[in-house]
């Protein structure tokens, strides 16, 4: 089995930054694409940003230039971190991760608990 435990959420003022951690432990062969959606009241789950074990990245155009996803590879890590934060941001946030557990099975999709983002202005 494959877990994905996220860290960093809270409270903070517009225009502060934060930033968001994503750790994958369990069963782990290997992690392709890990990620960060984020899903407010009222609203669909929604991507905010991708990134390939190669190094692509893939941002949502609300949080273009102001969020920055990265990875670790080495600690199956992937981390967010927010600057410029509005309380459009508000949501709470979901790690993403597309594993493989063994070499003979096909990748499968994880996900994290949620950690709650607010933005206070």
């Known amino acids: 089995q494959v877990q994905l435990v996220e860290s960093g959420g809270g409270l903070v003022q517009v225009g502060e930054s934060l930033g968001l951690s994503c750790a994958a432990s369990?069963?782990?062969?290997?992690?392709?694409?890990m990620g960060w959606y984020r899903q407010a009241p009222g609203n669909q789950r929604e991507l905010v940003a991708t990134?390939?074990?190669?190094?692509?990245?893939n941002y949502a155009d609300s949080v273009k230039g102001r969020f920055t996803i990265s990875r670790d590879n080495a600690k199956n890590t992937v981390y967010l971190q927010m600057n410029s934060l509005s309380p459009e941001d508000t949501a709470v946030y979901y790690c993403?991760?597309?594993?493989?557990?063994?070499?003979?099975?096909?990748?499968?999709?994880?996900w994290g608990q949620g950690t709650q983002v607010t933005v206070s202005s």
């Open positions: 993403n991760a597309i594993v493989r557990a063994r070499w003979t099975r096909p990748p499968d999709t994880y």
């Open positions: 369990g069963s782990i062969f290997s992690i392709g694409a």
């Open positions: 990134m390939t074990s190669d190094g692509s990245r």
